[in-house]
């Protein structure tokens, strides 16, 4: 009776202090269940200490009193769940004194400093630049980890990656560039629901603290299929739209793959007006692929033919996927793209890193000002 109202009252401080653009950091090192799971829960940052911290609405007594369901605490609700699978806590430690590690990591990069000047070293990537012709193929079916172009673009090759473990086709972090602070969101393959939602909730975190986003996009686009349907990617990709399209601080885009359907939508692609954008010279960008469409056209047509009860004419067939395929593949090159302006002009992969400490410059000739006023995030 005592704690009850006072305790609710002081989740509602928590979500106010993040809205007033004072953010929470909890370093769970033990138990949180009911009221205690949700300090952690509404903290804007969370770490959790590996085979130490767990978090339940209900411990496993409670659970087995409620439901008949027999489970242990890690499985319930340990840490090693909570960073990989449910996305609640952010960061896994290794021990209390990682976490206090990743604690300080965590305030250093919130970045208090007047967002006008660089306020890093600006030291120069530990990689050579000439390494990125490397990293990335002019065959974009051939993958390759955007930490590899990272490590040579940003200073000192340093990277604060957010929620390292959960919904890893999407890397996001902190790094400079150049002395300049940026959130960084890259593409590491396709968008599933946990990737989308931890960008939704990694763009309010930038723009919380002020700090411009930089996205380097190479994506075939959503995940598709009964199972993603049934998991609600459509409601995670709109959330990621939503926080893409009403994010209030200077963004940065740099095509150095693929840009295909609403992934490009989804990582700041030119309908969404990124201050800046830029292309490699590998760089595509298309509704879908050519084959996708080739194969689509095929499909539909044998089985519009099927339901008239008429054979298909594979000669003409054959000649309209032709002409589609080749028209695809010719309006999405880069080439094609930037003629249209559909970009801010297609550079070398080597100059990358030099591009963007001159977009950051112009950036902040003014003040960057994030937003915590966002539309309706369907959860």
């Known amino acids: 009776a005592d704690i009850f109202v006072p305790g609710g009252a002081g989740f509602r401080h ?34 959790m200490v590996r085979e130490a911290a767990y978090m339940y609405l209900a411990g496993p007594p409670l659970v087995k009193m409620a ?29 209390e004194p990682d976490a ?33 012709l490397g990293v990335a193929s002019a065959d974009l079916k051939v993958p390759f980890d955007m930490r590899e172009v990272l490590a040579r673009v940003v200073d000192g090759s340093r990277f604060h990656e957010f929620k390292p473990l959960y919904g890893n086709t999407l890397v996001t972090g902190w790094a400079e560039i150049g002395g300049y602070r940026v959130g960084v969101i890259a593409n590491n393959g396709v968008l599933f629901r946990d990737s989308s939602e931890k960008g939704a909730q990694f763009i309010q975190l930038c723009n919380q603290s002020n700090t411009p986003l930089l996205f380097l996009q190479n994506i075939t686009g959503f995940m598709v299929g009964k199972e ?55 760089h595509k960008i298309a509704v879908m692929g050519s084959e996708q469409l080739a194969g689509v056209i095929d499909l539909v047509k044998r089985e ?38 559909f970009d801010d002009g297609v550079i070398d992969p080597r100059d990358t890193r030099a591009v963007l400490v001159q977009a950051l410059t112009a950036i902040h000739m003014a003040p960057v000002e994030g937003t915590t006023s966002w539309g309706t995030f369907r959860h």
């Open 67 to 95: 439901l008949g369901e027999v489970v242990d605490d890690e499985t319930l609700g340990g840490a090693d769940l909570h960073s990989r699978v449910s996305g609640v806590s952010d960061y896994l430690a290794d021990s």
């Open 100 to 132: 206090v590690r990743l604690g300080r990591e965590i305030v250093d990069q919130l970045g208090w400093q007047p967002p006008t000047a660089p306020s890093g070293r600006g030291d120069a990537p530990l990689y050579d630049a000439d390494e990125l």
């Open 228 to 282: 993603a349907e049934a998991g609600g990617i459509i409601k995670a990709g709109a959330k990621l739209i939503n926080a893409v399209s009403n994010s209030k601080v200077p963004a940065i885009t740099v095509m150095v793959g693929g840009s295909y359907g609403a992934g490009n939508y989804a990582m700041m692609g030119r309908a969404y007006r990124p201050r800046f954008l830029f292309t490699w010279p590998n």
């Open 14 to 47: 928590i979500t106010q202090r993040s809205e007033a653009k004072l953010p929470t950091i909890s370093l769970v090192f033990g138990s949180c269940t009911a009221g205690g799971a949700y300090i952690p829960g509404v903290s804007d940052y969370t770490v």
């Open 304 to 341: 519009a033919a099927a339901k008239k009860g008429i054979e298909v004419d594979e000669a003409k067939l054959g000649m309209l996927k032709q002409m589609l395929a080749g028209k695809v593949e010719h309006e999405s090159s880069c080439w094609a793209a930037t003629g249209r302006m």
